[in-house]
């Protein structure tokens, strides 16, 4: 079993950078591809970014690309997502998640967080 806590929302302007954690308590985390998704109000939730366990492989949503950064310190069973340059369609909650395996994918996650709240203004 994963717990995993997301923080850093808030309101930003457009152009501006946030950058979300995420703390993941129990098993080892290091054992774990992690990912961040995000839902914004009357869509379905998105995969945006994702991470290897070891943090050498990672995989971003088109929409992202070349804006956001996830990374991860397994030292401090931590998991990161820099958000550059943000639009106001970045707007939604986000959410962390995490899975067993070895391969980066935009499914099959098993644990989730509770989900933190973006915000950006024009």
């Known amino acids: 079993q994963v717990q995993l806590v997301e923080s850093g929302g808030g309101l930003v302007q457009a152009g501006g950078s946030l950058r979300l954690s995420c703390v993941a308590s129990?098993?080892?985390?290091?054992?774990?591809?992690s990912g961040w998704f995000r839902q914004a109000p009357g869509k379905e939730r998105e995969f945006v970014a994702g991470?290897?366990?070891?943090?050498?492989?990672?995989s971003y949503a088109d929409s992202v690309k070349g804006r956001f950064t996830i990374s991860r310190d397994n030292a401090k069973n931590t998991v990161y997502l820099q958000m550059n340059s943000l639009k106001p369609e970045d707007t939604a909650v986000y959410y962390c998640?995490?899975?067993?395996?070895?391969?980066?994918?935009?499914?099959?996650?098993?644990?989730w967080g509770q989900g933190t709240q973006v915000t950006v203004s024009s």
């Open positions: 991470i290897s366990r070891g943090g050498g492989s990672t």
């Open positions: 998640a995490a899975r067993p395996g070895l391969v980066v994918t935009s499914f099959g996650y098993d644990y």
């Open positions: 129990g098993r080892t985390f290091s054992s774990y591809v």
